[in-house]
């Protein structure tokens, strides 16, 4: 139903900077918690940021947090995530996710609220 499209990935120095983009189509955006996950090679999918249906709560993984910051634009079904001072560390596939239709405020943190997944976008951040 939810169809999720990941861009901007790419290769970075340590210390650079990166937006990553996710188009979402299908359903109403408007109705879905949204994420960023990611997931570095012989590691777990681990959370990195997520924002509320109205954008007016966002919470991020300790990790990245003063770093990453996750946005989105209702009007555009469009969800961000600029990545600020970059790590060798943050190198993994970054997916974006739909929690599915809900009227719960608030955001997700677990991938097991996530129903929609995208494809992933590359990032690798050189030391």
């Known amino acids: 139903q939810v169809q999720l499209v990941e861009s901007g990935g790419g290769l970075v120095q340590a210390g650079g900077s990166l937006r990553l983009s996710c188009a979402a189509s299908g359903g109403t955006f408007t109705n879905y918690v949204m994420g960023w996950f990611r997931q570095a090679p012989a590691k777990e999918r681990e959370f990195v940021a997520s924002i509320s249906r109205s954008g007016g709560y966002t919470g991020s993984a300790d990790s990245v947090q003063g770093r990453f910051t996750i946005s989105r634009d209702n009007a555009k079904n469009m969800v961000y995530l600029q990545m600020n001072s970059l790590k060798p560390e943050d190198t993994a596939v970054y997916y974006c996710?739909?929690?599915?239709?809900?009227?719960?405020?608030?955001?997700?943190?677990?991938?097991?609220?996530?129903?929609?997944w995208g494809q992933g976008t590359q990032v690798t951040v050189s030391s």
């Open positions: 996710a739909a929690g599915g239709p809900t009227s719960v405020r608030g955001y997700y943190t677990r991938s097991d609220d996530y129903a929609y």
